[in-house]
């Protein structure tokens, strides 16, 4: 079953090519460390995912390209079909001839209604290519000013012209030090308005990419390719096909609807993130060699720690020790050291997966009380190794790593709110002290309830 | 137990010695996965051994449709225990049979007679084969008989032990409307490939009433080897409906055969006979509990009737003489007229919904340009129509319980001072 993939303004444009890029080469790559067969089978099902035919034979990404400007369309277009393996379709894309300042509410408001229809016309053009549509990605930033506002405009009109499709937005979450003084209440617009319409959040933090890059990958100047190509592997390395069944060699065909039946049920919890091991730079990948047994064990501790990568991992973080009563209602001042899991998707890849030892995972001391391990932790895998890593494993959680940013955000949002600082830009343009009031209601209400686990 | 089934066939007809084996035979034949006829007889004898095979016969036949496929995962103990509960619920008379240990280790003269019980009842026989019928073309129920019908033996009774998180049950509950999205999603895509099949084979159909092909026919002609699967299929199925029309032809043997079984039981118990049938709707927890409940009910009743007399009153004291006069009757009768009205256009509909033509059961799909319909055809815009305004008159009952239930929120929320309630966020 199909995904379509909205890219939108420049941070979505930029990601999707890497995603895009990322998942053609992973599917033709030679080392798969698999029979001919096998890859085969991956190729085709990684294929009538995310790319459709075309009659000279370059497949064309499933996806549709949104920007005001055409200068990021343009380069992005264009490097995708330099590259002569994959390209966009000739007429995805929506651009205007001019940006329009950098604001939230502009894009909302006037943008989105005004180019509504082009937009959709678009998506339901790609739409109708498929198959069988499993649902949608959105690529997105969530502090963005214009390409944000239409990001989330674009996201509710998704939710009713294909109320029964699923969606799941990419969202890039800012930098802690942003340089734009308004980046919080875009950021808490943006997350509120997703939260109603949107079934699953798939936050990337800036931060933590960033650190990635300089700790793990050893770039010394790191531009926004570099993280885009992180991010794009962490993307890839969960969404590319996975046996559908534990003994099985038949690939899901809904992976997106398995992970969120199992992650995102519930409606005040959607805000899930991802985290994979190992990650290097390839130089340092032809040296090294993995166990299941190290990889799971660091990556169960960054699940804990609320570590973002394999390095500086605090080992000191334990599970609550079992046979006490569970936590109950937190003080919100309270310092958070244990991450508590709702529900977690680990996803192995490579040599050897069926021996991996998931036991660690299973622990209910990881998770909240009134979900079991077994309804909780769900595991996916295949022998294909993924992108030249021998063994690699990924973990989609939904746990409470978000909790303290938002809190954060929230706050800082409120402190200007509270003082009326720049909400003038806003209520020119339809968005109204009401609408800012919802926002904080609703996200108080998602950080209450993620520390109430 | 008495002889249920009249005597429609000259008795007179099948009187000679093989008569019985041969109707048992075709009987064994036209079951799917039926016992041999050495089970039939050794079952007259109650030998143990006939046993599990009855059990599993029952269970065939009692099972909803939908359990066919993971029937095979149930141990004999399971399939035992939903008999049971299935034969009780149909006001299965016998006693013993109820009692009969679930190993089946013994009592295959009680299955024999509740397997002939059921055969007496009503169409069993032809059910099944109906259930097992080989399908060529692309078929599509167009009416949701079946699905109610085919509801089974009542689930077990579960208790929650203690308090239960709500949020676990949201959980669930929002895995199931995944699901629900999942399952939309794929009928969308197998509409889209039925679509194509049927738009790409146009002109290859031998009928030409059909004009394309099915998924099944498509098949046949791109796989030989599951074309000749389906031959096989298909002269099985034939071979048990001709089991079946000489079992029809030759049954009065077996029904005389079945007295004699009947009469080699040991006489039942005097008062169990009075017991009735076991009504599987009403959980029984204990014998004070109906008590309790009838109490409950009559009072509430009671509190109903005050409290609609105080309303009537002060609706009246409202009113009070208004009402009378020559500006309301005019009001009066556009009401009424109003109120015949929408009745006459109720009643209308409800006809519509009844009327004679109402399809049933699966209808092949077959895709056509003309419009000229056919005397037997069924027009899928016709069945969408109906579809919709059943979907209509849903979503407005919907709509209406919602509102209750915000009415009701509303009340509560005023009704505590001081506290602030958050109603989860609603486009």
């Known amino acids: ?254 992976p997106l609807g398995d992970l969120m039946e199992n992650l995102v049920p519930h409606p005040e919890f959607k805000m899930l993130g991802v985290r994979n091991i190992p990650q290097m730079s390839e130089n340092s990948l032809a040296y090294s ?38 936590l109950g209602k937190m003080p919100l001042n309270k310092e958070l050291h244990f991450n508590t899991s709702i529900a977690n998707l680990a996803i192995l890849r490579g040599k050897d997966v069926q021996s991996a030892d998931l036991e660690g995972f299973k622990d209910p001391a990881l998770y909240t009380s009134w979900l079991e391990p077994v309804d909780a932790f769900n595991v996916w895998k295949t022998q294909r190794a993924f992108s030249k890593y021998e063994k690699s494993a990924s973990l989609v959680s939904n746990s409470q790593f978000l909790v303290k940013p938002l809190d954060m955000i929230v706050g800082k949002a409120w402190n200007m709110f509270a003082s009326k600082a720049y909400l003038h830009q806003y209520t020119k343009f339809g968005i109204e002290e009401e609408d800012f009031l919802d926002s904080f209601t609703l996200l108080e209400q998602v950080v209450a309830s993620y520390y109430n686990l | 137990m008495g002889r249920r089934r009249r005597l429609l066939v000259n008795p007179a007809a099948e009187a000679g010695a093989g008569a019985l084996p041969k109707a048992i035979a075709a009987l064994s034949r036209s079951l799917p996965a039926g016992p041999s006829p050495e089970i039939f007889r050794r079952a007259k004898f109650d030998r143990p051994e006939a046993a599990p095979a009855l059990w599993q016969l029952l269970f065939r036949f009692l099972s909803p449709r939908s359990i066919g496929g993971a029937s095979a995962s149930l141990g004999l103990e399971a399939q035992a225990c939903l008999v049971k509960s299935a034969l009780r619920s149909q006001g299965y008379p016998r006693q013993v049979l109820a009692q009969l240990p679930e190993d089946g280790s013994r009592g295959s003269r009680e299955l024999l007679l509740a397997l002939s019980w059921l055969l007496a009842r ?102 030989p080897e599951g074309g000749r699967q389906l031959l096989r299929r298909l002269e099985h199925e034939n071979a048990g409906l001709e089991a079946a029309l000489q079992w029809r032809r030759g049954e009065l043997v077996f029904w005389r055969w079945m007295d004699t079984v009947l009469g080699a039981c040991p006489p039942e118990a005097p008062a169990a006979a009075a017991q ?13 509990q109906g008590e309790l409940v009838a109490r409950e009910l009559r009072a509430l009743q ?30 009066r009768q556009a009401l009424q007229k109003a109120v015949d009205q929408e009745l006459a256009a109720l009643q209308w509909a409800w006809e519509q919904d009844r009327g004679p033509a109402r399809p049933h059961g699966p209808h092949r799909l077959v895709r056509r340009e003309d419009e000229a319909p056919g005397g037997q055809d069924l027009q899928a815009a016709e069945v969408i129509r109906v579809l919709r305004s059943k979907e209509a008159c849903l979503e407005a009952v919907l709509r209406q319980l919602q509102g209750q239930c915000r009415q009701e929120l509303a009340r509560l929320a005023g009704a505590l001072p001081g506290l602030i309630w958050i109603l989860p966020p609603r486009r």
């Open chain 1, 1 to 254: 079953m199909s995904i379509v993939t909205v890219q939108l303004g420049q941070c979505g444009n930029q990601i999707g090519f890497e995603v895009f890029d990322t998942l053609f080469s992973d599917s033709h790559s030679s080392q798969g460390l698999c029979s001919k067969r096998e890859n085969e089978a991956y190729q085709a099902s990684c294929k009538e995912r995310f790319f459709s035919e075309e009659e000279n034979g370059v497949p064309i990404a499933r996806a549709v390209l949104v920007d005001m400007e055409p200068k990021v369309i343009n380069q992005t277009l264009s490097k995708a079909a330099q590259s002569g393996r994959w390209k966009y379709g000739q007429h995805a894309y929506f651009c205007q001839k001019q940006g329009s300042g950098n604001n939230w509410a502009y894009g909302y408001s006037v943008h989105g209604p005004r180019h509504e229809e082009s937009i959709m016309n678009l998506i339901q053009k790609e739409v109708e290519k498929c198959d069988s549509l499993s649902g949608f990605f959105i690529i997105m930033s969530m502090a963005g000013g214009t390409g944000s506002g239409i990001g989330a405009f674009v996201t509710q009109n998704l939710q009713d012209h294909y109320a029964h499709s699923l969606k799941m937005n990419q969202i890039i979450w800012p930098y802690g030090t942003g340089e734009v003084i308004v980046q919080n209440y875009n950021s808490i617009l943006t997350l509120s308005h997703l939260y109603r319409s949107s079934d699953a959040l798939l936050v990337h933090e800036n931060d933590a990419v960033h650190k990635i890059c300089a700790k793990l990958m050893n770039i010394k100047q790191i531009s926004f390719s570099d993280i885009n190509q992180v991010l794009a592997h962490q993307l890839g390395s969960v969404f590319q096909p996975v046996y559908s069944a534990e003994g099985s060699f038949h690939y899901r065909r809904n």
């Open chain 1, 289 to 326: 060699t993995f166990t299941w047994a190290g990889l799971l064990k660091h990556l169960r501790q960054m699940l804990i720690s609320n570590a973002k990568m394999e390095e500086g991992i605090d080992w000191q973080v334990r599970p609550p020790i079992s046979g006490l009563p569970p």
């Open chain 2, 122 to 223: 009503g169409p069993v026989l032809e059910r099944l084969l109906a259930q097992a019928h080989v399908q060529l073309g692309d078929e599509m129920p167009v009416c949701e008989c079946e699905a109610v019908a085919s509801t089974g033996p009542p689930a077990p009774h579960m208790e929650a032990e203690g308090p239960v998180d709500i949020r676990c049950v949201q959980w669930l509950m929002g895995r199931l409307r995944f699901r629900w999205r999942c399952l939309t999603a794929s009928q969308q895509e197998q509409c889209a490939l039925l679509s194509k099949i049927h738009l790409y084979t146009r002109g290859c159909h031998s009928d030409q009433r059909l004009g394309h092909l099915s998924v099944a026919e498509t098949e046949m002609l791109r796989d």
């Open chain 2, 276 to 288: 009735p049938a076991f009504l599987p709707r009403i959980p029984e927890r204990g014998p004070g």
């Open chain 2, 302 to 331: 009671e509190e109903l009737c005050e409290a609609t007399e105080r309303r009537r009153a002060a609706w009246e004291a409202r009113v009070g003489g208004q009402g009378r006069g020559p500006q309301w009757s005019s009001a």
